[in-house]
């Protein structure tokens, strides 16, 4: 088994979120997250609505904006070639905007190499391109055995991976995010973008299943 695991250290939890109200007094970090939003909006690094604001972006997002990027990049070298010399600057023409500076780095799936996202220390995630991550992608079994074991977790989402096939597990961090660009399956030669981009699933994305005429998403 060939695992390639490329990680730095730089995590962070970005995506605070306050109590619900079933879940009791607010702890540590929600605390922390508070007073030091309340400290940035008095020093006026923040305006008191910003975050609102990017969370109602957020909120826009989802798998189907990847799905598109990867169907333009089935159809057109060109783009193609843009995508996996800087998938950032390439996914904001395609008219996709980024609201935090993280660069994101798009991966080539091929018939010799299979990438995997993980984000071992908590769950950075490109969140601009295909929305909130599932919860078995922030749960820490996967976390965990992804980069120790990647062959056996793929095989419990179906996939099986040839032995002569290098699997590559990418690591997130909180300046570095990941998006797989899974083969274009065969019988699609027809198929126009729209038809393309309907096939691609968020879990193609981030490498745990290929794309197929008929898949389905795990949740």
Not at 25 to 48: D, F, H, N, W
Not at 88 to 115: M, Q, W
Request: charged letters at 25%; proline letters at 8%; hydrophobic letters at 35%.
């Amino acid at each position: 088994m060939n695992t390639t695991e490329s990680h730095d250290g730089h995590h962070h939890h970005d995506h605070p979120h306050a109590p619900g109200p079933d879940e009791g007094p607010p702890g540590y970090y929600e605390i922390m997250e508070t007073a030091m939003r309340e400290l940035l909006v008095e020093k006026k690094q923040l305006e008191p609505g910003e975050i609102r604001r990017q969370i109602e972006v957020l909120d826009t997002r989802s798998p189907a904006l990847g799905a598109q990027v990867v169907a333009r990049a089935w159809i057109n070298p060109d783009f193609r070639a843009r995508l996996l010399a800087d998938g950032r600057v390439a996914c904001e023409e395609f008219g996709i905007s980024f609201y935090d500076d993280t660069e994101l780095i798009v991966l080539e799936n091929t018939e010799k190499v299979h990438n995997l996202i993980v984000c071992t220390l908590c769950s950075c995630y490109p969140r601009p391109v295909l929305g909130l991550p599932p919860d078995w992608y922030k749960a820490k079994p996967y976390r965990a055995r992804a980069v120790k074991e990647p062959r056996a977790v793929l095989a419990e989402f179906g996939t099986h991976i040839p032995e002569d096939v290098e699997i590559r597990v990418s690591d997130s961090t909180a300046v570095v995010r990941y998006l797989v660009l899974p083969l274009r399956p065969d019988g699609t030669e027809d198929f126009s973008e729209e038809q393309l981009a309907a096939l691609v699933t968020r879990d193609a994305m981030i490498g745990v299943i290929p794309v197929k005429l008929q898949t389905v998403t795990q949740s």
